[in-house]
C-alpha cells in the first residue's frame, strides 16, 4: 500500500503528527520499533500490578491547543495534580523552585549572606563570554549557589562536566527569576507574615489516571478509528532516498523478516544520530561525521515497593547531595493513587543517569535494586526492611546532550536535510536532538502534519519551537 505519510516513531511527537493527518483524511503509517508499547518514553510500564512512570511526565503547558487536545482524549480519565518537588542537598530539603526565605532558613544567615554578596560581585564582573552551562548558571546566580544547586546535579544528570555544556541547555531548562527581587519579596512576606510561597511556576498540573502511557494507548486507537495504521515491532534499517526525495523505508521485525513501505510525505522521530547512519545512499561523510557525535545520556529506573502509605509529601525529589549517585526520586502515589494497587503500599522510582555499557548500566538488576535501597537508606527516606520488592527499567537515548559546539553541529545537519530532502520533517526530542518537554515535542508534530495539509512545509518552522530559549513552563496569558 502507498501511504501518503510514513512517520517512524511511536512516541508523543509521532502519534501528534499521525492524529493531526489521520483526521484529516491522511493515509497515514506509524512504525514503532518496541514491539508492546507504544508512547516512547511516556510509555506504559507495569510491574505486579504497579504503574511506573519512567522519568516523571507532567501534563503542563503553556499552549492551550496542547492542553485541550489532553483533556478532550481522555475526558475524565485526567485528574488535576498538585505540584510539590524539592531540592536535597547536604542532609536538608530545599524548596523548587528556589524560595529564598527557604534558603536563608537553611544555609544561616552568614551563609546566604555570602550567597548575596556573590552574587552582587558577578553582576558586576559578570563572565563576558557566556558559552556554557556553568557560565550561563554563575552569571545568573552567582557562585556559590552555582556550586550547591546547580554543579553536583547537572553532572550527574549529564555525566560531563558543566563547562562542556551549552548554554542553551541552561537558558531552556532553568527557570531565573531575580535573585534580588526574590530576596526582597521573601523579607517582604516573612514581615507581613504572608505564608504564601513566590510562585515561580504553575502550581497544578494534569495526569492521566493510570500513568502517561493511558494516553498515547489511547491515541493510537483514536489514529486507527480514524483510518490510520500503527505497526510494532518494526525497526527502520534503511532509509531509500532518490532525487531529493525520500521514497521508501525499510524494517526489520527482528527475526529477519525485512519489509519495505513507501509514501509520499516522511516525518522523523527516530533518533537524529540513528536516523542519518541509516540514510541510503549515505550522507556525505563531514554530515555523518557530525551525526556520529551526537551524543546521549541513558537511564535507569530502579522501582522499589515500600510498605508504608506516605513516605514524603513530595511529587519527585532532586537529589542533589553527592555523596550519592542518585539523581532523582519519583513518588508515584503522589502522581496518581491510581498508579498503586492498595493504599498500604508506597512505590518509588530512584532515577540514575549513566551510559549505555557502563559499570551503572552492566550491573545486575539484583545489585542494582541493592545498591539503590542502601543509597535511599543513607540519606534517610526509607528504610530497607521495608522494601519488598522492586525491578529495574533501562531506558536508552532518554536525553540529548547539548554539547559546547552544538549549535554550528545541529546548523549543519539542519541545513543539509532541508537542502536535500525535500518531502522529509524531522519532529521530536530525539529526532530533533532537542532536550524540549513533552508538550513541545507533541507540538513539532502537529506543525509538521499542518505543513502537509496544508501543501507547503514552510509554513511552520518546526525548528523554531522552544527555539526563543524563554523557560518552557512560564505560561503566555
Known amino acids: 500500500m502507498n501511504y501518503d505519510v510514513i512517520i517512524i516513531g511511536a512516541g508523543p511527537a509521532g502519534l501528534s503528527a499521525a492524529y493531526e493527518l489521520a483526521k484529516n483524511d491522511k493515509k497515514v503509517l506509524v512504525l514503532e520499533e518496541n514491539i508492546n508499547e507504544v ?8 510491574y505486579d500490578n504497579f504503574i511506573i512512570d519512567i522519568g516523571g511526565h507532567r501534563f503542563f503547558s503553556k499552549n492551550r491547543e496542547i492542553e485541550n487536545m489532553w483533556t478532550e482524549i481522555m475526558g475524565e480519565e485526567i485528574l488535576i495534580r498538585k505540584r510539590f518537588s524539592r531540592i536535597f542537598y547536604n542532609k536538608k530539603f530545599y524548596d ?39 557560565d550561563w548558571v554563575i552569571n545568573h546566580f552567582g557562585k556559590r549557589l552555582y556550586n550547591m544547586f546547580f554543579k553536583t546535579y547537572t553532572e550527574k544528570a549529564w555525566g560531563v562536566k558543566c563547562g562542556e555544556l551549552n548554554a542553551d541547555f541552561a537558558a531552556q531548562r532553568i527557570r531565573y527569576p531575580s535573585l534580588l527581587n526574590a530576596a526582597l519579596n521573601s523579607i517582604k ?30 491515541l493510537k486507537e483514536l489514529i486507527i478509528q480514524c483510518g490510520g495504521n500503527v505497526l510494532m515491532g518494526r525497526k527502520v534499517i534503511e532509509i531509500k532516498n532518490q532525487n531529493g526525495r525520500v521514497i521508501e523505508v525499510s524494517t526489520s521485525n527482528g ?18 544520530r540513528s536516523f542519518i547512519n541509516s540514510m541510503r545512499p549515505e550522507v556525505p561523510e563531514t554530515i555523518n561525521n557530525l551525526a556520529k557525535n551526537l551524543n546521549y545520556r541513558d537511564f535507569i529506573t530502579v522501582f522499589l515497593i515500600v510498605n508504608s502509605t506516605d513516605l514524603f509529601p513530595d511529587n519527585w ?40 555499557g557502563d559499570s551503572m548500566w552492566t550491573m545486575q538488576d539484583s545489585d542494582l535494586i541493592k545498591f539503590g535501597i542502601d543509597e535511599l537508606e543513607k540519606i534517610n527516606l526509607a528504610k530497607k526492611e521495608d522494601i519488598v520488592g522492586g525491578c529495574v527499567i533501562r531506558v536508552t537515548k532518554a536525553y540529548p546532550i547539548y554539547s559546547r559546539n552544538y549549535r554550528e553541529q545541529m546548523a549543519a545537519i539542519k541545513n543539509f536535510l532541508k537542502k536535500n530532502y525535500s518531502n522529509l520533517q524531522i519532529i521530536g526530542r530525539n529526532g530533533m536532538h532537542k ?5 513541545h515535542a507533541m507540538m513539532t508534530g502537529i506543525l509538521a502534519a499542518k505543513n502537509i495539509i496544508a501543501g507547503n512545509y514552510d509554513k511552520y518552522d518546526i525548528w523554531e519551537v522552544n527555539e526563543d530559549a524563554e523557560y518552557l513552563e512560564e505560561r503566555i496569558n
Not at 510562585?199 to 494534569?206: H, Q, R, S, V
Open 435 to 439: 532536550y524540549i518537554n513533552m508538550d
Open 317 to 356: 525529589i532532586y537529589i542533589h547531595d553527592p555523596s550519592v549517585k542518585l539523581g532523582r526520586i519519583q513518588n508515584y502515589k503522589n502522581w496518581s493513587p491510581y498508579l498503586v494497587p492498595n493504599k498500604f503500599q508506597t512505590s518509588l522510582g530512584l532515577e540514575y543517569f549513566c551510559f549505555e
Open 96 to 134: 523548587y523552585p528556589l524560595d529564598m526565605a527557604n534558603v536563608i532558613k537553611n544555609l544561616g544567615f552568614f551563609t546566604s549572606f555570602a550567597c548575596f554578596l556573590d552574587f552582587l560581585y558577578i553582576k558586576l564582573f559578570p563572565i563576558k563570554n557566556e558559552l556554557s552551562f556553568e
Open 255 to 272: 527475526a529477519g523478516f525485512i519489509e519495505t513501505f513507501s509514501a509520499d510525505h516522511f516525518i522523523s522521530s527516530m533518533p537524529l
Open 39 to 46: 508512547g516512547g518514553l511516556c510509555r506504559k510500564v507495569e
Open 189 to 218: 512576606s516573612l514581615r507581613s507574615g504572608d505564608k504564601k510561597k513566590l510562585k515561580i511556576l504553575m502550581e497544578g498540573f494534569y495526569y492521566p489516571k493510570l500513568g502517561p502511557g493511558q494516553i498515547w494507548e489511547r
